[in-house]
């Protein structure tokens, strides 16, 4: 008995020491500063208050009441959150290079500690950016254009499905393929075959990973990362997941080492070992092996499972709306016809299926709270005064669905980007990738894949479902970080 009650005695003054941390650390942000929110417990914040299955919808139900612009406690971080299109432009776009640092999401700074594009901030991130933007635009206009390499994968991808025989098949792994041997063509020179045992080994870490990020568990890693990290649980195979596909890239890196020649720089690894040579003499330099390795793991992995992803849900939705999918076809055989590769010249006279991939993206709300930010200095926004670091949320969801911007956000509906002439209406609430800084790297790559992917496998094949197309459920299986389809099954018929 005295064991449980020192046992509990020590529960307690743990607890009083975390909420008076925790109410030190809101006093010395100026909380009252900040745009107003609910009121949340000390230690949990406002955790209780939020569906940990749905975050999203917790904190768009939340604006319901205390606007578009409010303060929430996540564990002992306090998270100032905008939704709707109005106050997110103006703060990604108009007040950019403010909000350009990257928030607090401690699982992918325990990956990648720092590196790389995605969590990097500063300087450090400044220059990786546009050296990875600028390398990738020089691969596009080569001697062999980034358009020509997903134009060969695409035919790659035909010959695949059309092995499937009109048999069910689930896409999942089918189009991972695909879209990773374009980035890999970009970043380690070489495509894998569909076959290879150690490329399926990778993309189902990859899919497995950002299947994780989605979890209760690795959203409780993110608000309490000093009490997880001494827990078992799922959270702790995404790190172990993560440094297989790290040791992968950091193997190819040593390869491109043993084989460079600065005469013929191959593809993205030999440009940046390059570059590491060029500021060898820079004790500042931000090109190092390990920024190498994780950038190239950003790259690798953001640009296969993102774009795939897409691809998968698009047809999910085509599979719902046989009415669309049609127009589509009739289109595509319209204007590029059975006899050669679409091209993205195309893209401009076909609005329908310009709208209808648009209004994929809109719809499928792939990153739905979108990546953090963080403010880079004390700044005036609006009415209110945002400490410097404070994490913000720029809800893409709160945008994508904003009712003032689509007329029926919450139903698929192309007619979101068609004028009343059938021409294709561009829409700046748009922000599948983000806006400002920090927008997605990959932007330009991703609507290319996107494109030329869909239209190929439309004009070799109709889409058949294995259920009545009114029992399709288009509902995400998660929503955490990003948004994935449940997993289903389809089949392809030649045309």
């Known amino acids: 008995m005295e064991l449980v009650g020192a046992s509990i005695f020590l529960l307690v003054v743990c607890a009083a020491l975390l ?9 010395k942000q100026g909380i009252g500063k900040l745009p107003p929110g609910p009121t949340g417990l000390p230690f949990l914040g406002n955790l209780l208050q939020l569906n940990s299955k749905d975050i999203c919808r917790s904190l768009n139900k939340l604006s319901e009441k205390y606007g578009s612009m409010f303060t929430i406690h996540l564990g002992s971080e306090t998270v100032v959150v905008l939704c709707g299109y109005e106050v997110v432009k103006e703060a990604l ?13 401690p699982m992918l700074e325990r990956v990648t500690r ?39 994968e695409a035919q790659f991808l035909v010959e695949e499905l059309r092995n499937t025989e009109e ?34 080994f990778l993309l189902n870490l990859i899919n497995d990973t950002f299947r994780l990020f989605s979890t209760v568990w690795v959203q409780l890693y993110n608000f309490f990362p000093n009490v997880m990290e001494k827990l078992p649980g799922p959270h702790k195979r995404v790190v172990k997941d993560v440094e297989e596909l790290m040791a992968f890239a950091a193997e ?87 006899n050669r590769c679409p091209s993205i010249e195309d893209r401009n006279e076909m609005p329908y299926t310009d709208a209808v991939i648009h209004e994929i993206q809109r719809f499928i709300d792939l990153v739905p709270l979108g990546i953090p930010h963080a403010v880079t200095r004390d700044i005036q926004f609006r009415q209110y005064v945002i400490p410097k670091g404070t994490t913000i949320y720029p809800l893409l969801s709160s945008v994508l669905y904003d009712a003032k911007q689509y007329q029926n956000p919450e139903s698929f509906d192309p007619n979101h980007f068609l004028d009343a002439n059938g ?49 399709i459920d288009l509902s995400s299986e998660m929503s955490g970080i990003t948004k994935v389809p449940h997993h289903y099954k389809l089949c392809l018929l030649p045309r």
């Open 19 to 27: 909420m008076l941390g925790t109410v030190q650390k809101r006093m």
């Open 93 to 105: 776009n108009e007040q950019g290079e403010d909000f350009a640092a990257r928030g607090s999401l």
């Open 114 to 152: 720092g590196h790389g594009i995605i969590s990097s901030n500063g300087e450090r991130w400044k220059q990786l950016r546009r050296f990875s933007l600028m390398t990738l635009r020089n691969f596009g206009m080569g001697k062999r254009s980034i358009e020509e390499r997903i134009q060969e």
């Open 167 to 200: 048999l069910p098949f689930d896409p999942t792994f089918v189009f991972s393929r695909s879209v990773s041997n374009v980035i890999c063509s970009v970043i380690f020179g070489n495509r894998f075959d569909y076959g290879d045992k150690n490329f399926l």
């Open 252 to 338: 190819r890196v040593k390869m491109h080492q043993e084989t460079l020649d600065p005469d013929s720089p191959r593809d993205f690894i030999d440009c940046f070992l390059m570059k590491m040579e060029q500021e060898q003499k820079n004790t500042q330099s931000v090109f190092s092996t390990e920024a190498l390795v994780v950038t190239t793991f950003d790259l690798f992995s953001a640009g296969t499972e993102t774009v795939s992803t897409t691809l998968r849900y698009g047809l999910l939705i085509l599979l719902k709306h046989p009415k669309i999918e049609a127009k589509v076809h009739e289109e595509i055989d319209h204007v590029i016809g059975r």
């Open 423 to 471: 021409r294709f209406k561009r829409n700046d609430a748009f922000m599948p990738f983000s806006s400002g800084r920090r927008i997605c790297l990959g932007e330009g790559l991703a609507r290319m894949e996107i494109f030329l992917f869909l239209t190929t496998i439309l004009q070799n094949f109709d889409l058949k479902s294995v259920v009545d197309p009114k029992e």
